[in-house]
């Protein structure tokens, strides 16, 4: 139990010093300012604005930046579909591989270039090292890079900027912070025993004389970026539970701090650029107790351990099933709450072998989204949250809400509201459909509560762009393929519109003087209400939906049925 509590506690203060580097040197990038990196990349970039017409100064308004996004991501999700059609016929495939099924390339291009990464396919059999790294591993960083570009947006026209040029923050989150990153963590990851070849996979004669094929490839840039970048799938089917993608204690350290720390450091840049780092701090200590509660919560469970077992065994230990020895209770219940909590989906064990608590804790971070949450879009959820706090203690007072000098008015409210209500939308409807039909369209492998969970974990992991799965359906099916790309499109792109729309409007708003009666929102016990309200909506929306799934299991496993 000590050296697992050791093993959190050390990544936990490694995350709280990281932060105000990087988020001070994410801050410095998109407002202009000098870095390490300019002389090496301002020709790179400029290169890039010279040969797609992009004109750097040029400001977007907010359907401007929109119409930017999703041309770009449409034009890159039918590239991507296109290489890996044509997979047989382009290099890097020693296995000769050709394309997948219609369905599942159509729910796998549209969850990479969604940054959710949902993978309902075995990658050792179905992509060739050419589509897992020019196709998938394209998408990653720009995926990633969209994310970042939409909560750098949404910070400047909360705090009264332009919105900027999406195209620049696109380019700039790829060479400034996703690309340096990457090649530094791939290198370390190689040192640490990570692969990284284009060998075909390794032949070996069995002890019985039969043959053994041992998968290979990139596999360590591909990890990092996976993690790094909030995204998440994994280049074996195992994910980062196989030892070719997470080998031992130290890589398993770098991988988790990869995966907080883009969404921790976005929350300290926000303190940069709206010159206010009390606010920053406070908001950062309210994530990060809340996710200590999470990791508490999920870890409690796991080293209790499952009672019917212990009790028909006469032991005492914590619950093993479904996790790597190397890695044990502790660093797997970290894991699950880090890679739920970021939106990351990357899993270094089974979740759907975790106690109800566990269960509990990862839905949990799928339904709220803002502890750390996605990549750049976790810090604009985070501040609508913040947004509905002031208009709610605003009516209570009878004044009109205002947030760094700008009045909230009806139309931020229902922007604000938009992004509340779509995620429960498209998680609750399409769970209730595909459990009205347990058998036909759910897949269901486990009868009861746990079943519930399993299909409601796979559409929250859609709708939040997590990714992850608690693997006990047969998601490999046209109505998973489809229904969850519809949830996963929907998740990813009603909100960013929504975000983007509030911010502009908030930019284009008249500040008003502070007086007496101006509500502080950097304040302990401001922050305090925000923290409330963030637990109680989050609570009474998914209540019902916790309740059936994993504290019911809870329940019956205690009483030992």
Known sequence: MGQGLLQIGLTLCIVIAITPLLGKYIARVFLGERTLLDRLMNPI?????????????????????????????????????????????????????????????????VSFVTSTDQQHYTPETTLSYFSQVAALGFLMFTSAATGI????????????????????????????????????????LVLLGVPQTLQPPLELTTLEGGTQYIARGPVASWEMIK???????????????????????????????????????????????????????????MVFVVFVILIWVAAGGELQGNPIVNGTLGVDQPNLEGKELRFGWAETALWAVTTTATMTGAVNGMHDSLMPSGIFATLFNLFLQIIWGGQGTGTAYLFVYLILTVFLTGLMVGRTPEIFGRKIEKREIVLASVVLLIHP???????????????????????????????????????????????GLTDNSLWWNLSTSITIVAGRYIPMVAVLLLADSMSRKQTVPQTPGTLKTDSLIFTTVTAGIVLILGVLTFFPVLALGPIAEGFKLASGS
Not at 171 to 178: K, P
Not at 245 to 260: C, D, K, R, T
Not at 452 to 471: D, R, T
């Open 45 to 109: 970039e400029r290169s890039f604005y010279v040969l797609a017409g992009i004109r750097p100064k040029d400001e977007m308004t907010g359907w401007q930046y929109v119409r930017a996004i999703l041309y770009t991501n449409l034009c890159m999700g039918i590239l991507v579909y296109s290489l890996i059609y044509f997979q047989r016929l382009l290099p890097w495939n020693p296995n000769g591989f050709a394309a997948p099924s219609w369905d599942i390339l159509l729910h796998t291009v």
């Open 425 to 471: 939308i498209l998680i609750l409807i399409p769970s209730a459909i595909a459990l009205a039909y347990p058998f036909s369209l759910s897949g269901i492998t486990n009868t009861g509560f746990h079943g519930i969970s399993q299909v409601v974990y796979e559409y929250a992991s859609a709708s939040a762009n997590n990714g992850s799965g608690l693997e």
């Open 227 to 285: 993690m790094l970048g909030e995204n998440g799938g994994g280049f074996f089917t195992a994910n980062s539970a196989h030892p070719f993608e997470n080998p031992n204690s130290a890589s398993n350290l770098l991988e988790i701090i990869a995966m907080i720390a883009i969404p921790a450091a976005m929350i300290y840049a926000y303190g940069v650029f709206a010159e206010n780092m009390k606010q920053a701090w406070l908001l950062f200590w």
């Open 149 to 188: 570009a939409v909560g750098i947006a949404f910070i400047r026209g909360l705090t009264g900027k332009k919105l900027g040029n999406f195209y620049v923050d696109l380019i700039r989150a790829v060479t400034r912070i996703l690309l340096p990153i990457s090649v530094i963590g791939a290198i370390a």
